[in-house]
């Protein structure tokens, strides 16, 4: 089955700047690969995602970059906010199956 | 307006109770799915229903029992609780159940001693 890692665990970044987290993923077949920013005490929402025939999208302050020969992608923040403070979680999708990474908590100090 | 809501938010239970954690989409979706999230916040899909038929089940005991009476609806139903079981558990709806995006409901802290 697919396998995702994700890093870093955690990330300190100072407000205002970038904030870069990165996955690999071991299915070839998977083809699509969303982003989600989980708040404390909510469930998983959405923020950007990515599909096989794409190598980037951007959306404002966040993009993802996507390198299928090398199995891994990557999610960017520029001019970082407090409220960007959460979990992140990269997924992939293969088989019909998302599989989750294990997560970066990002810290955005004022 | 809640587009998938959980109820109950929190379950504190004993050990050896039988306990269901019910779910409801409006977002006229025909895919649901059942998460689990353990203490580490690694989340991990159970089980997976489209139109109301079982697509994915994952290799989860049989105690846990999803049942969906109607496409926007999802309980699941937990047998004989096990101290391991404490997590939280999301439900989640997508429209479609290939490669779309799934929106998560808030989750039910299930606490098991």
């Known amino acids: 089955g697919e396998n995702v890692e994700q890093h870093p665990s955690t990330l300190s970044v100072q407000e205002g700047d970038s904030a ?29 995602d990515i599909r096989s025939n794409v190598g980037e999208k951007k959306d404002q302050r966040i993009a993802v970059t996507l390198n299928k020969t090398a199995k891994h992608f990557s999610l960017h923040i520029t001019e ?8 992140y979680f990269c997924a992939a999708s293969s088989n019909e199956k998302l599989t989750f990474g294990t997560g970066t908590r990002l810290t955005i100090i004022p | 307006d809640t587009a998938v809501s959980q109820t109950p938010k929190y379950l504190v239970t004993q050990m050896g109770n039988d306990k269901s954690i019910k779910c409801e989409q409006n977002l006229g979706h025909d895919t649901m799915y059942w998460y689990k999230q353990d203490s580490k916040k690694f989340l991990k899909i159970m089980f997976s229903y489209n139109n109301k038929e079982l697509i994915i089940n994952e290799t989860v005991p049989n105690r846990f029992s999803p049942k969906s009476p109607d496409k926007a609806h999802l309980n699941l139903h937990i047998n004989s609780l096990e101290l391991g079981d404490s997590a939280v558990y999301f439900c989640a709806s997508s429209q479609g159940w290939v490669n779309t995006e799934a929106f998560f409901g808030q989750g039910t802290r299930l606490t098991v001693v």
Not at chain 1, 80 to 87: C, G, H, L, R, Y
């Open chain 1, 20 to 48: 870069v987290i990165k996955c690999t993923y071991s299915d070839s077949a998977s083809n699509y690969f969303p982003w989600y920013k989980q708040e404390l005490g909510k469930g998983p929402q959405l923020i950007i």
């Open chain 1, 80 to 87: 970082t906010q407090p409220e960007d403070s959460a979990v």
